[in-house]
């Protein structure tokens, strides 16, 4: 990420163009599932498995999206804050 958030903040994205998530159709719901277990897989890789992380998808301007593109945010190496924002 451009602007990252946490010490460790990485972004999964897929390969097939969905603008946010509130545009995915049932036929995506293969794509979506591996979304996250790759998200989990790269979280582990990383390390911050042992210690937790968040996963964010962000939709809309007022959600905080700033890409027409959905993707995963993830965020770990720090304890995060509730509620976020």
């Known amino acids: 990420d451009v602007y990252p958030k946490a010490p460790t ?3 999964v994205v897929p390969k097939k163009p969905i603008p946010c998530v509130a545009d995915a159709e049932e036929l995506d719901c293969e794509l979506l599932g591996q979304l996250l277990l790759t998200a ?4 582990k890789q990383e390390g911050v498995d042992k ?3 968040r996963l964010v998808i962000n939709t809309g301007k007022d959600g905080g999206q700033s890409v ?4 995963i945010h993830i965020l ?4 995060m804050e509730w509620p976020p924002g």
């Open 76 to 79: 770990g190496g720090r304890e």
């Open 68 to 71: 027409s593109h959905l993707h």
């Open 51 to 53: 210690t937790g992380y």
């Open 9 to 11: 903040h990485i972004l």
């Open 40 to 43: 989990a897989k790269i979280a």
